[in-house]
């Protein structure tokens, strides 16, 4: 399992730890509408998913208005996510405040589905560690990163050249 601390204190992932290769596990989140989002919906697809704790904190907000300003120069072939335990209204709010157009939000907060399926529910806290997957058409996982320390800033550069080499 991947090695993740918090504010530089070691946590608990949930789930199983997601590698290159593997195929994406399933999950089931919500929209901002509250309706469910699964892998399934973005079959065909490329997919970047971005695990962050909260959109309500400085690393996290710049890291999807990065994506979101990366997301714009991908394509159509490309949706990038950012999951977070943030409530769908509060994701809603802060894309809306953001001006986040790109970037398809969607909420863990009901089971933690995306975080055990994907090995980034932190246990103690009942937040997401970051984290970065991008999946392939096939649903095939090209690309993983899980930030050591969660409150540091991913590979934007290498998780959008894997983007760009499936395209």
Same mark, same amino acid.
């Not at 929209?31 to 399934?40: G, Q, Y």
């Not at 079959?43 to 997301?71: H, M, Q, Y």
């Given at each position: 399992?991947?090695?993740?601390?918090?504010?530089?204190?070691?946590?608990?992932?949930?789930?199983?730890? &997601?590698? &290159?290769?593997?195929?994406?596990? =399933?999950?089931?989140?919500?929209?901002?509408?509250?309706?469910?989002?699964?892998? %399934?919906? @973005?079959?065909?697809?490329?997919?970047?998913?971005?695990?962050?704790?909260?959109?309500?904190?400085?690393?996290?907000?710049?890291?999807?208005?990065?994506?979101?300003?990366?997301?714009? %120069?991908?394509?159509?072939?490309?949706?990038?996510?950012?999951?977070?335990?943030?409530?769908?209204?509060?994701?809603?709010?802060?894309?809306?405040?953001?001006?986040? =157009?790109?970037? &398809?939000?969607?909420?863990?907060?009901?089971?933690? @589905?995306?975080? %055990?399926?994907?090995?980034?529910?932190?246990?103690?806290? !009942?937040?997401?560690?970051?984290?970065?997957?991008? &999946? =392939?058409?096939?649903?095939?996982? !090209?690309?993983?990163?899980?930030?050591?320390?969660?409150?540091?800033?991913?590979?934007?550069?290498?998780?959008?050249?894997?983007?760009?080499?499936?395209?």
């Amino acid at each position: 399992m991947a090695q993740v601390t918090f504010k530089n204190n070691p946590v608990t992932l949930l789930g199983n730890e &997601v590698k &290159v290769g593997d195929k994406a596990p =399933d999950f089931t989140v919500l929209a901002n509408d509250l309706s469910p989002v699964t892998l %399934k919906d @973005s079959e065909g697809k490329i997919r970047l998913f971005a695990t962050v704790p909260s959109l309500d904190t400085g690393v996290c907000d710049a890291e999807t208005r990065r994506f979101n300003e990366e997301a714009a %120069k991908l394509g159509d072939d490309v949706i990038v996510y950012t999951v977070s335990v943030d409530l769908p209204f509060a994701q809603k709010r802060w894309c809306g405040a953001a001006g986040i =157009d790109r970037v &398809v939000t969607v909420s863990d907060h009901k089971d933690l @589905s995306f975080g %055990k399926a994907y090995g980034v529910a932190i246990e103690e806290l !009942r937040l997401l560690a970051r984290a970065v997957f991008v &999946v =392939d058409r096939e649903g095939i996982v !090209r690309y993983v990163e899980y930030v050591s320390e969660t409150t540091n800033h991913p590979d934007y550069e290498a998780a959008i050249k894997a983007v760009k080499e499936l395209l």
